[in-house]
C-alpha cells in the first residue's frame, strides 16, 4: 500500500507533458491535477457516509465543465479517483499537487465546487464542514475565501 501511494505521489509531483489538442485520451491516462481535484471532491461526497446520487452528478457535471471531459472519460476518471482515496492515507497527496499547481482564483472555484458536493444533498454534517475547512487550509485558502465560496455555491444551486 505505501508503494502505491508513493508511486501515486511520484508521478504527481512530475511536470505534466503538454496535452494534444484533444484533452480526452483514450488510453486512461488523466492528468494528475485532476485526478486530485476528483479525489478531493470523492473524499467530500462521501464524508457523511453516504455519497448520493446528487452529490455523483455534481460531481460529473463539475468534472464535465471545468475539465472539458466527456461522459467517459469523467467516469474514468471518478474510478480512478476512487482507487486513490482509498488507498490513500491523508489528503495531504492531493491538497499538495492542487495548492502547488493551481493559482487563488482556481483554488476559488475547487472551493465553490467543493461546497457545491457537500450541499448538493441539502444537508451539511458537521464532519463535512470540518473537512472542508481542513481541506481549504491545506490548498493555502484563507477562511475569507471560504466563506465567499460557500456563499458562491449556495447562490448557485437556487
Given at each position: 500500500?505505501?508503494?502505491?501511494?508513493?508511486?501515486?505521489?511520484?508521478?504527481?509531483?512530475?511536470?505534466?507533458?503538454?496535452?494534444?489538442?484533444?484533452?480526452?485520451?483514450?488510453?486512461?491516462?488523466?492528468?494528475?491535477?485532476?485526478?486530485?481535484?476528483?479525489?478531493?471532491?470523492?473524499?467530500?461526497?462521501?464524508?457523511?457516509?453516504?455519497?448520493?446520487?446528487?452529490?455523483?452528478?455534481?460531481?460529473?457535471?463539475?468534472?464535465?465543465?471545468?475539465?472539458?471531459?466527456?461522459?467517459?472519460?469523467?467516469?474514468?476518471?471518478?474510478?480512478?479517483?476512487?482507487?486513490?482515496?482509498a488507498r490513500s492515507v491523508d489528503l495531504y497527496q492531493f491538497t499538495k499537487l492542487i495548492a502547488d499547481r493551481y493559482d487563488l482564483g482556481?483554488?476559488?472555484?475547487?472551493?465553490?465546487?467543493?461546497?457545491?458536493?457537500?450541499?448538493?444533498?441539502?444537508?451539511?454534517?458537521?464532519?463535512?464542514?470540518?473537512?472542508?475547512?481542513?481541506?481549504?487550509?491545506l490548498l493555502g485558502l484563507k477562511p475569507g475565501y471560504l466563506a465567499e465560496a460557500?456563499?458562491?455555491?449556495?447562490?448557485?444551486?437556487?
Amino acid at each position: 500500500m505505501l508503494e502505491a501511494i508513493r508511486t501515486f505521489f511520484d508521478k504527481s509531483m512530475q511536470t505534466p507533458e503538454p496535452a494534444p489538442a484533444a484533452s480526452h485520451e483514450p488510453d486512461g491516462a488523466h492528468d494528475p491535477i485532476q485526478l486530485a481535484a476528483c479525489a478531493l471532491l470523492l473524499e467530500l461526497a462521501h464524508a457523511d457516509d453516504e455519497f448520493s446520487a446528487d452529490e455523483r452528478q455534481h460531481i460529473e457535471q463539475a468534472l464535465t465543465r471545468h475539465f472539458d471531459l466527456d461522459e467517459a472519460s469523467v467516469r474514468e476518471l471518478i474510478d480512478l479517483a476512487e482507487a486513490e482515496r482509498a488507498r490513500s492515507v491523508d489528503l495531504y497527496q492531493f491538497t499538495k499537487l492542487i495548492a502547488d499547481r493551481y493559482d487563488l482564483g482556481q483554488k476559488m472555484v475547487l472551493a465553490e465546487v467543493m461546497w457545491g458536493v457537500v450541499l448538493a444533498d441539502g444537508e451539511l454534517a458537521k464532519h463535512e464542514s470540518y473537512l472542508m475547512r481542513k481541506v481549504s487550509s491545506l490548498l493555502g485558502l484563507k477562511p475569507g475565501y471560504l466563506a465567499e465560496a460557500k456563499r458562491n455555491a449556495k447562490n448557485e444551486s437556487r
